[in-house]
């Protein structure tokens, strides 16, 4: 029976969370651009989430309520929308490819160096940062509905437990680089 790594697992689960994330940035973008020349592909019913079709497909947006205005879903919100999408995939991206980068060293040679350190603080602030994305882009939707002061922010919360852990992952990496200097020191 061949024993389980689970190093080379959490690196290819990096490796595909980050292939998923590069796709969803080439799409968004795409969308956008289609949104932007054919403004006809937006379908709003009143009560419904924004649909966008595109080469067949029936896209959902489902928090875009304030873009609606008369059943009829503004062409800058819904590009406003794709794009936030886009740079939280950016951001995601990004992140998992600091953790695969840790995850990497650690194959090869101590995983308690600073430049770990670094990433993975990288990668909890970027984290971290898409839950700041996300009260940004409630901000701007709340800015740009005229005539409604509702604020609504789609917050998950798993992603900033997820930050939070890889931030407390860092410090204990942190713990290990100053006790692998104080040993390096000694020899």
Same mark, same amino acid.
């Given at each position: 029976?061949r024993k389980i790594s689970w190093t080379n !697992?959490?690196?290819?689960?990096?490796?595909?969370?980050?292939?998923?994330?590069?796709?969803?940035?080439?799409?968004?973008?795409?969308?956008?651009?289609?949104?932007?020349?054919?403004?006809?592909?937006? *379908?709003?019913?009143?009560?419904?989430?924004?649909?966008?079709?595109?080469?067949?497909?029936?896209?959902?947006?489902?928090?875009?309520?304030?873009?609606? !205005?008369?059943?009829?879903a503004t062409v800058p919100g819904v590009v406003?929308?794709? #794009?936030?999408?886009? $740079?939280?995939?950016?951001?995601?991206?990004? $992140?998992?490819?600091?953790?695969?980068?840790?995850?990497?060293?650690?194959?090869?040679?101590?995983?308690?160096?600073?430049?770990?350190?670094?990433?993975?603080?990288? $990668?909890?602030?970027?984290?971290?940062?898409?839950?700041?994305?996300?009260? $940004?882009?409630?901000?701007? !939707?709340?800015?740009?509905?005229?005539?409604?002061?509702?604020?609504?922010?789609?917050?998950?919360? *798993? !992603?900033?437990?997820?930050?939070?852990?890889?931030?407390?992952?860092?410090?204990?990496?942190?713990?290990?680089?100053? #006790?692998? *200097?104080?040993? *390096?020191?000694?020899?």
């Open positions: 029976m !697992t959490a690196a290819a689960v990096c490796a595909i969370l980050q292939i998923v994330n590069g796709l969803c940035i080439f799409l968004l973008l795409i969308v956008a651009f289609h949104v932007l020349i054919d403004p006809a592909s937006i *379908d709003a019913a009143s009560g419904q989430p924004v649909t966008v079709y595109f080469l067949g497909m029936n896209i959902s947006l489902n928090d875009m309520a304030l873009y609606v !205005t008369a059943g009829a406003i929308y794709m #794009l936030i999408g886009c $740079a939280r995939s950016v951001m995601y991206f990004m $992140a998992f490819g600091n953790v695969r980068q840790v995850i990497d060293c650690s194959r090869t040679q101590s995983p308690f160096l600073w430049e770990n350190v670094q990433k993975l603080r990288q $990668a909890g602030g970027l984290f971290l940062g898409t839950v700041g994305l996300q009260l $940004a882009y409630a901000f701007i !939707t709340m800015i740009l509905a005229f005539g409604s002061m509702s604020f609504s922010a789609n917050i998950r919360f *798993d !992603t900033v437990i997820l930050g939070v852990t890889v931030l407390c992952v860092s410090e204990i990496f942190a713990q290990g680089a100053r #006790l692998q *200097d104080d040993q *390096d020191g000694l020899v």
